[in-house]
């Protein structure tokens, strides 16, 4: 069954120190102090106060506008330009 909560026309505080949700295809999305987490099977996506943390990340990427990643330590050594 579905739970559907309309408050289309109001505001809502809901004061608790977890919120979690697991789909059936065991996608499981939690909220609370430390921030968002959503794990996909072996995927983790977090965010908190130290920004977003992907899967298998490194300290050599960053993230890009459209949700892709730069390898910045390869784009560093392509764009020096001996002066």
């Given at each position: ?22 789909s059936n295809s065991n996608t499981e999305i939690q909220i609370n102090p430390d921030g968002i987490t959503m794990r996909d099977d072996d995927n983790t996506i ?38």
């Open positions: 069954k579905d739970l559907m909560i309309d408050n289309s026309e109001g505001s809502a505080v809901l004061s608790t120190y977890n919120i979690s949700a697991i977090r965010l908190n106060r130290t920004g977003i943390i992907l899967p298998n990340g490194d300290y050599d990427h960053v993230l890009t506008s459209n949700g892709s990643t730069i390898n910045m330590a390869n784009y560093l050594k392509e764009s020096d330009v001996s002066g």
